[in-house]
């Protein structure tokens, strides 16, 4: 190739480049706009308006199937009220002979009018004309009926370049004022307007961005809507959905009494006889063991009745509570020392204790004990308290669930009261959310929510009566009233606490001539150890219990408040530390009716 072929070949290349940077410079066609927006409007004598929209809408290039109107139908008027605009006889058009099929849908307070083809596509610059009728739109008052109309809504989705609006009363009715605003809803001006000789208010506006609109409205002398009125739908509020009735307050009432009534009889027949003078009980009712004294008592297994029980095994001889010598102990260097602790207190109140069971006859053990000996041992026969800690809880919940099978077995209530409580906490439950529900439905649909308050208050009522359900029997009943009064000897803590050696053979050292050292656990088990206590340490006896070994010596004094934090139910020991813890467009310029926006689809 030569030198002049070189050369064309090099400038066609050169044109080709320059052709593809303009193309590059280019739009990718044109946006879709509004050019005209005209609105003829037509107020009559009954409150309605007629309204005819033109709208000529420019496709561009994009290939579309029509246009979409969104109107308005609902909006806010009181804190209980909306008012309608309600829409008919919708009609649409096209001039310029774009598919004018129409859909149109209402949904949630906004009427759809769907124009076009779905299997046709459309570009360019197509007219639409869309009319239709709206009720209730003119305000009646007297200082003159207005009627005001958002002629271009703040919903559309494209800029409109020229609007142009006229709005017509009732025939042979003059406007005595007018008025015309055009921005969104938080910037709005006036923009132009006239008022005709024909009685006819006409506005122009021009250049509106998408978002923005138009709103025109006209006074005219009262009288000129007479008997129009808005049209206004009542929506929730609780005064009219909790409205008071006979009818709903009757219901109500039934409902509670039907659902309070039998439970409140059953929960009256469990409850103990009422309390009043009782005869002193210097010894425990049947020979009942502490735990079982406890249960009965207040029909629950807790903590204290487990703590009770190991003070009772030992005092039976099963084990040996021996204190822990400070002095083994890891220093703490988290609580310095600040003088304000004596030397007898460290003494008597020690942080831990040691656990070491004996060989003694287990013969004679219920099967709750049995367990909580098994369960407290199950890692040697030796072992400190605080060792218990991380599995303390779940030692205790099978003692206690052991607990609840023995007084059933014993005959003194007639089922687990546990399993009683829980059932009957579930039924409330159940009766709550289901009033709950019922209420709430009601409410949304109705004026009769107050009737569905009584099945709420009836589940209230049943989560108070749930503790109260378990049923003791006539021999439990009995058990019960025994063990209040011997409470309340233990408490006063003013009986003749002393028996021969032969009565409680059974019993190890001490225990077998000072009930003093014996009922320590009925005292705890029944929740008066700390006036027990108070009232042993006041006679001042000179003993200690075989089963117990102080840290430092057998001194007297020290044993009773160290047994009174041992058996506390928030001992330390026992309890596990506390872990560180742990849009939517508006719709709507001016105030006014009417309004929404559109688009292309």
Known sequence: ?????????????????????????????????IRSYDV????GADGSLEVEETISYDFGDSERHGIERLIPERAPFEQTRD????????????????PADTEVTSEDGVLTVRVGDPDTEVTGEHTYVIGYRVEGVADPGDAGD?????????????????????????????????????????????????????GAVRAEAGGLDPGEGVTVSATYPAGTFAGAEPVLEETFSPAQAFRLSPATAGLAVGGLLLLVVPPLLRARRSSPAGSGPRAP???????????????????????????????DLAVRGQLRIEETDPDDAEPDDTEPDDGSATDEQDETVPSDWRLVRTPADPRGLRPYEQQLLDDVFSDGEVVLLSDLQSRFAAVESRACAAMYRDVVERGWFRADPAA???????????VLVAGVVL????????????AGTGVVLAGLVLLGLAGRMPQRTPEGAGVHERAAAFREQLAASDGPWSADADQMADLAGAARTDLRVRYLPHAVALGVAAEWT????????????????????AGYVGVWPALLAFSAPDNPALSPPASAGSGTGSTYVGGAAGGGGGGSW
């Open 83 to 98: 008012r309608l605009y309600p829409i008919s006889d919708v009609v649409v058009e096209s001039p310029t002979g774009a």
């Open 281 to 311: 009980q210097l010894t425990p009712p049947q020979d009942a063991r502490p735990a079982q004294l406890g249960t009965v008592l207040d029909g629950r297994a807790q903590r204290h009745e487990v703590v009770a029980t190991l003070l």
């Open 1 to 33: 190739m030569g030198a002049d072929g070189r050369r064309a070949v090099v400038g066609l290349v050169g044109l080709g480049v320059g052709a593809l940077v303009l193309a590059g410079c280019t739009d990718d066609g044109q946006a879709e706009a």
């Open 439 to 450: 209420t709430v439905v009601l409410a949304v649909t109705s004026t009769w929510a107050l």
């Open 534 to 553: 108070t009232g042993v340490q006041a006679d001042g006896p000179d003993t200690t219990p075989s089963w117990y070994v102080p840290a430092h010596g």
């Open 420 to 430: 009683v409580r829980r059932r009957w906490y579930g039924i409330a439950t159940g």
């Open 146 to 198: 207005r009627v005001a109309w958002n002629a271009i809504g703040t919903g559309w989705e494209v800029p409109i370049e020229q609007v142009d609006v006229r709005l017509t009363g009732p025939a042979g009715a003059a406007p005595v004022a007018g008025d015309c605003v055009v921005g969104t809803d938080d910037a709005l001006i006036a923009c132009p307007m006239d008022v005709e000789a024909v």
């Open 40 to 43: 003829d409007l037509v107020a």
